[in-house]
């Protein structure tokens, strides 16, 4: 079995300082980790992903995440916030021996106040 | 390329109705995705297909949904005698395949919203 946990609902941030959404996962075997954005009434647009080699992986936007093994965590993170980062972010894990399903966290809406 | 495309964005149906949904894969994707999304939670995998292949269902897949990708380009997802708890966001999503066979990101399509009355 694979899951997801995001623990914080919501996250508060001021425009221009560091934010960071914290995600941990559980998987069979070794992890492929995504993190998605989803604005009002939209799909999920894709930001970054974990599937080998170095634990610091850069993604859209700026947004970059830790893969942390022995944590099980892949956290994203931005070093200085925009208003417009404001949405819902999703987190999700596979399985590198599962080509199908993924397992979604439940999100994590951040806000930014200027 | 013009990404995954789902039709309708929105549908309203009154209970027992039966309602079905297209997904357009970007084309060079092989892998095809569903999922549901209701309001407040993550999307909940339901089926994928390997060109034209289902290989995986999920359990909250009932009876009453199919879905099928005949020719192994877009997809269709059938509700038949829909229920008010179906209501949700029905995402697509594709995926091309890595070399050795494992699959790389998956790209979402911007959803049809059901709604059953």
């Known amino acids: 079995a694979q899951s997801v946990a995001q623990p914080e609902d919501q996250v508060n941030v001021a425009e221009g300082n560091p934010l960071t959404v914290k995600c941990t996962y559980s998987?069979?075997?070794?992890?492929?980790l995504f993190w998605y954005v989803q604005y009002p009434n939209r799909g999920l647009q894709f930001l970054l992903k974990?599937?080998?080699?170095?634990?610091l992986v850069k993604g859209s936007y700026g947004f970059e995440a830790e893969f942390n093994k022995s944590q099980t965590s892949f956290h994203l993170k931005k070093p200085s916030a925009l208003v417009s980062d404001s949405a819902l972010y999703f987190c999700?894990?596979?399985?590198?021996?599962?080509?199908?399903?993924?397992?979604f966290g439940d999100g994590t809406t951040l806000t930014v106040k200027p | 390329d013009t990404g995954v495309s789902q039709n309708p964005r929105h549908k309203i149906t009154k209970r027992g109705q039966n309602v079905t949904f297209r997904c357009d894969p970007i084309s060079e994707h092989n892998r095809l995705y569903w999922y549901r999304q209701t309001l407040g939670q993550g999307p909940e995998f339901l089926t994928y297909?390997?060109?034209?292949?289902?290989?995986?269902k999920s359990r909250l897949l009932s009876d009453r949904f199919s879905a099928e990708r005949p020719k192994g380009s877009f997809s269709t997802l059938e509700i038949q005698r829909t229920e008010q708890g179906d209501s949700a966001m029905y995402l697509c999503a594709s995926s091309p395949t890595l070399a050795g066979g494992s699959t790389d990101t998956q790209y979402f399509g911007p959803g049809t919203r059901l709604t059953v009355l």
């Open positions: 974990y599937i080998t080699g170095d634990n």
């Open positions: 998987v069979s075997g070794n992890p492929y």
């Open positions: 297909f390997q060109n034209e292949a289902q290989l995986e």
């Open positions: 999700a894990v596979r399985a590198n021996t599962n080509a199908g399903k993924s397992t």
